[in-house]
C-alpha cells in the first residue's frame, strides 16, 4: 500500500493506542460539546474506520474529490483520515467564505459532495440549488448521501498512485483562488520535518501537547501541526479560533507544550495588563510567523518562551521550509532563519540575477537538485500555465522580498504581490476591487494594503465615486457593507477613502505606490473613514 496520512495514523493508532490524540477545552467546542472533549488513538481509529465503510458502502473511491466544511473540529481530521484511506482527494473549505466564493471553489474543484457541520446544512444546500451545482451535501454525523455522478473521475488527471491528498486554495493576484494540488507526500514531508527540526522546536515522543489556534483549511495546522503530532504520537489542542480572553486559561488548562501563532497573536496578548500568571503555563515555545520586530523580545520575556519565527507557502509546504529555531535568531529583526542544507535559496532581482549579502530581492526556492520540486505543491489545478510561471527558470518564485545577511540569515521585508496579509488570511486586492466596483456608486476603485497595529495589514479601498454620490460616511459604510455582503467578512474594506481621480501610470495602470499615506495623514483626511471596527467575525456555528 502507498503511504499516506492514513497509513501513518493506522500506524501511531496500533503502536500507541490509549494515548491522547485530540484535546478540545470546552470554549472551543460549545456548540457540540459543551463541557469540552478527549480523544484517544484508539478512540479516534474506530470512528475513522466507521466513516471509512459508511464512504466506501455508498460509492466513494479512488479519483473522487470531497469538500470538508467543518470548521476547527475533530470531524475535519476524522473525515478526512476515513476519505484518505480510500485515496479520495479532500477540498477544505473555509467557513468565512461568501456564497460566491464557496460557488468558485465547488464548481472549480468539481467535487463529488460537500460535507458539512449541520449549522450550516441549510445555507449550502440552498446555495448548491442556486448554483445548479448538482452536488450532494451531507452532514457530519449523518447519514451519507451518495457522490453526485456528474462529477469527473479525476483517475485521468491524477491516478491514485500518485496519492492526490488535497487541494487547498489560496488566493492569487488573478483575483480567484488558485487551487493547490498536494500529495500525501507533502503532509507526510510536513509531519517529519517538524518532527525532526529539533532546537528550540525538538518535539519529544509523546511528551507533547501542541496547541493551536489556526485553521484547519490551511496548510500550517492541517500539515505541519496535525501531522507533526502523528509522527511524534502526540496530542493536538484543537482551539475553534484565538481567543485572546481565555488565552491564556486554555493554554494552562490543557497543559499545552508548544502553541502556534501568527503575527496578530503576539501584539494582541502583550496589550493585556501583566498578571502574576503570565508564566502558570507549561508552553516550551511557540512556532509561527510574523510577530512584530517591537514585541518580539518583549514578548519572550513576560511569558518565558521563544517565539520561533518560520517561513513557508502553502506551495512550497516542507519542500521549501525555513525557520529560526537555533541560535542567532535575530530577534526583533524578522529573521526566519537560515536555510537547511537540502534547501536551494537565491535572493533575485527583477530579471532573476542573484544579489549580493544584505541587498533586497526576491526569494527564489527550489529543493536539493536530484529532486528541485520534491514535497512541493504538485501544481495549480487547471492552469498549468500557471504553475509554469511560478517555476521560471527552474526556481519557485515566492513574490517575498528579502534579504540574506553575511550568515545566511533570511530576514523578510515585503511582499512582491499584490497580496494583503490581514492577520493569518491572504486576500487579493484584485478580488476585492472587482466587488467594490460593482457598487452603484462607485466609479473606479483600487484596493491596497494599510499598515494595522493588530493584524499587520488591513484591506483600504480608494475610490472614486460617481458625480451623483457624496463623499461621506454613509457612502463609506453602504459600500464596505456591500462587500461584507459578497466577501467573506475579513475580505471587506477596513478603511475607505474617496478621491477625485487615481492616477495611473503610461499604459493605464493604477499607480497603488502613491495611494499609500501615513495613518496620521488618513485620520486628518475629511474623506477617509476608519470602519475597522464594523469588521467582526460571525459567531462560531
Known sequence: MTESVYSAFAAAAEQ????????????????????????????????????????????????????????????FLLHWLALN??????VPLNPAFGDRELAFVLEHSEVAALIAVPERAESLINLVIAENLELPVGIAGEAFLAPSPH??????????????????????TTGKPKGCILGN????????????IGGYCALRNGGERLLTP?????????????LAVVVTRNCLVLLDRFHPATWWSDVAATQATAIHYLGVMPAILMQQPPLKTDRAHRVRFGFGAGVDSKYHAAFEKRFGFPLIEAWSMTETGPGAVVIANREPRYVGTRCFGR???????RIADDEGNAVGPGAEGEL????????????????????????AGAWAGGWFRTGDIVRQAADNSLHFVDRKKNIIRRSSENIAAFEVEGVVGEHPAVKETA??????????????????????????????RAIADFCRDRLAWFKAPGWVLFRDSLRTTATQKIEKAKLRVPLEELFRSPTCFDLRALKKSPAPH
Not at 57 to 66: L, W
Not at 339 to 345: F, G, K, N, V
Not at 463 to 475: C, F, G, I, K, Q
Open 85 to 90: 484511506a480510500l485515496n479520495v482527494s479532500v
Open 185 to 196: 507526500e507533502y503532509f507526510l514531508g510536513a509531519g517529519r520535518w517538524y518532527a525532526g
Open 364 to 387: 527564489l526556492v527550489r529543493g536539493a537538485a536530484s529532486a528541485p520540486r520534491h514535497s512541493f505543491f504538485r501544481g495549480y489545478l487547471k492552469d498549468t500555465q500557471e504553475t
Open 447 to 476: 484596493v491596497i494594503a494599510i499598515q494595522d497595529r493588530f493584524r499587520g495589514e488591513e484591506v483600504m479601498a480608494c475610490v472614486v465615486l460617481s458625480p451623483t454620490a457624496t463623499p461621506d460616511e454613509a457612502t463609506a
Open 214 to 226: 489556526l485553521p484547519l483549511f490551511h496548510m500550517n495546522a492541517m500539515a505541519f501541526s496535525f
Open 339 to 345: 536555510p537547511a542544507a537540502d534547501l536551494e535559496c
Open 151 to 172: 462529477r469527473v473521475d479525476y483517475r485521468s488527471i491524477a491516478p491514485p498512485e500518485e496519492g492526490e491528498c488535497a487541494v487547498v486554495y489560496t488566493s492569487g
Open 16 to 75: 500507541t493506542p490509549d494515548r491522547l490524540f485530540l484535546l478540545v477545552p470546552p470554549s472551543a467546542a460549545k456548540s457540540y460539546a459543551p463541557k469540552g472533549m478527549t480523544m484517544t488513538y484508539r478512540e479516534a481509529a474506530a470512528t475513522v474506520e466507521a466513516l471509512r465503510d459508511s464512504y466506501e458502502a455508498v460509492g466513494y473511491g479512488a479519483g473522487a474529490r470531497v469538500a470538508l466544511l467543518l470548521e476547527n473540529r475533530p470531524a
